[in-house]
């Protein structure tokens, strides 16, 4: 019997409006044999579907090296990263093509994205990734995602595709990614070693133990599951669900899409968190404001973390714990705002002071974190 949540988790899948689709070099290329034409045109069949029923969908596949190399006459992946780097371009014109082609038979337009780690990380590109993919979603054109290869190097890269797709979901808030590869989904072993290895059916995307289950991958594909699991947790983030499945089921999107139990499921942990944060988002009335320094807006605005009394330079208004306070920075633009664990007056004793000092001054120590990041939403 299904547990409530798993219940849950796929009905998450069958209600998404929004879906990262990532298909992996061990399944688009015919095992080392150049892109495999009829798989390819199967999915985008599948995904043309989903378009059909105003389900948006962006694809991040893989495949471009591996491509390359056959257009090439390679027979080993080179590992020079010059080598990598040609190969890519030589196979990523083949892949355009190939979407191109087929999702023109569904009247469908495709967009090429090549996107790097900087692109991501620098916030200025993210933004610019951002609105243009959601451009072209509204435009209902389907965004093929690859990493740039081309002009990343070791040093940079993502490497892998899963966690691009990630990434991808989180810049668009996706409600879930889907993780198509060579396997039926996450095993408690790699069954290509261990025959007797068990699909994991369910599991929560934070959950540790997943991690250690996750094995290499093989000689095509880039992070094995490895790269997946954290994948699920990284798109986790942004509330989405992950689900890793078989390329190779008959009709595998439509049936995921139509809620069947297929691969693995992970499930994000912070669900009820993203709707919190929405809510907190939507919370107009604000009793009061702190003033941080530029550290501590760098820290809330990068890495969503919790706001410390140490990064507070000014406390104004006149609020109690629990109250909605908004956060500006030294020229009060707006940064973010959320739920203050400390009363205007406790909050104006503490501030510049790091948080081991807070017992010490105020006698007691309701938390060590001025504002925690779960009741803190960045505007
Ligand atoms: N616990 C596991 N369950 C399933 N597959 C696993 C596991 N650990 C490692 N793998 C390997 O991960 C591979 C899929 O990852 P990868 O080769 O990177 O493919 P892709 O190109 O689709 O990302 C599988 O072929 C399998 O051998
Ligand atoms: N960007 C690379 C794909 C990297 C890769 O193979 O990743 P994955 O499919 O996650 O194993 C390419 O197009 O060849």
Same mark, same amino acid.
């Given at each position: ?64 090296? !591996? $491509?390359?190399?056959?257009?090439? +006459?390679?027979?080993? #992946? ?6 990598? *780097? &040609? =190969? ?122 997943? !991690? $250690?289950?996750?094995?290499?991958? +093989?000689?095509?594909? #880039? ?6 699991? *954290? &994948? =699920? ?129 105020? +006698? ?16």
């Amino acid at each position: 019997m299904e547990s409530i949540e798993q219940v849950a988790g796929r009905e998450a899948l069958s209600g998404a409006r929004r879906v990262v689709v990532k298909i992996g070099s061990a399944l688009l290329t015919n095992d080392g044999r150049g892109l495999d034409e009829a798989a390819i045109g199967g999915w985008v069949d599948q995904i043309a579907e989903l378009h059909r029923r105003g389900v948006e969908v962006v694809l991040v596949s893989s495949g471009a090296v !591996a $491509a390359g190399m056959v257009r090439l +006459g390679w027979q080993a #992946r080179p590992s020079a990263v010059h080598e990598l *780097q &040609a =190969a890519a371009a030589v196979g990523q014109n083949g892949l355009t093509q190939c979407y191109e082609h087929h999702f023109a038979r569904h009247g469908l337009l495709t967009a090429q994205v090549l996107l790097t780690h900087d692109d991501l990380s620098n916030r200025k590109r993210y933004l610019n990734a951002r609105s243009a993919l959601r451009t072209l979603v509204g435009l209902r054109v389907v965004p093929v995602v690859n990493e740039n290869d081309t002009v990343v190097t070791d040093e940079i890269r993502f490497g892998d595709n899963d966690t691009l797709g990630a990434l991808v979901a989180n810049l668009l808030e996706a409600d879930a990614l889907v993780i198509l590869t060579d396997q039926e989904g996450l095993f408690d072993a790699d069954p290509r070693h261990d025959p007797v290895a068990r699909l994991i059916r369910e599991g929560r995307a934070d959950d540790p133990s997943l !991690a $250690a289950v996750a094995g290499g991958g +093989g000689a095509l594909g #880039r992070g094995g599951m490895t790269t997946k699991v *954290q &994948a =699920a947790r990284l798109a986790a983030r942004s509330g989405a669900y992950t689900a890793i499945a078989s390329g190779r089921q008959p009709e595998v999107l439509t049936r995921l899409a139509a809620g069947e139990r297929l691969g693995t499921l992970l499930s994000p942990e912070q669900a009820p968190m993203a709707a919190r944060k929405r809510w907190l988002a939507g919370q107009l009335q604000v009793r009061g404001t702190l003033t941080l320094d530029a550290g501590a807006v760098k820290v809330l605005r990068g890495s969503g973390s919790s706001l410390l009394a140490v990064g507070v330079k000014a406390v104004s208004g006149s609020f109690v714990r629990g109250d909605m306070v908004l956060c500006v920075d030294e020229q009060g633009h707006r940064v973010a705002k959320g739920l203050v664990n400390y009363g205007a007056e406790d909050a104006g004793r503490i501030l510049g002071k790091p948080s081991h000092q807070i017992a010490e001054i105020l +006698g007691f120590m309701e938390a060590p974190e001025l504002i925690h990041r779960d009741n803190l939403v960045v505007l």
